[in-house]
């Protein structure tokens, strides 16, 4: 009897225990993520789009405006310098270039 009764708290501890680690470590998970994310959107502005290119892959869209600038998307991007690009939630990244090709503003958002 003493035994079942042991084994259900230490049973109950455990689960608890791994429930609260597997949150902390995904929300760790999450927050290296965004922080590489920033990092790499910091490096791309000012820089030529064949380097977003090149990091990030084809673009899923690319749209020219009628000012000359163009908007370039990706969607979840199959990359090595983005932890867990794959992973949920969904990653997108926009680029705006100039008409030289250099990009002015990079964004990304997670849904």
């Known amino acids: ?14 689960l608890g225990l791994w429930l ?3 949150d902390t470590v995904r929300d760790a998970r999450h927050w290296y993520r965004a ?5 790499l959107m ?3 502005e000012g820089a030529p789009v064949a ?9 899923l869209e690319v749209d020219t405006g ?5 908007l370039y998307v990706w969607k979840g991007p199959d990359t090595k310098a ?5 992973a ?9 270039v100039d008409s030289n090709r250099l990009v002015i503003h990079a964004g990304w958002e997670e849904r």
Not at 1 to 14: A, G, N
Not at 51 to 59: D, V
Not at 66 to 70: H, L, P
Not at 88 to 96: A, D, G, N
């Open 1 to 14: 009897m003493v035994f079942e009764v042991v084994f259900f708290f230490v049973s109950l501890f455990v």
């Open 20 to 22: 609260l680690t597997s």
């Open 35 to 39: 922080c590489r994310v920033r990092k």
């Open 42 to 44: 910091e490096e791309l």
């Open 51 to 59: 380097l977003a290119e090149t990091l990030l892959g084809p673009p």
């Open 66 to 70: 009628a000012s000359g600038r163009t």
């Open 82 to 86: 983005i932890p867990d690009a794959q």
């Open 88 to 96: 949920s939630p969904l990653l997108i990244v926009t680029l705006t």
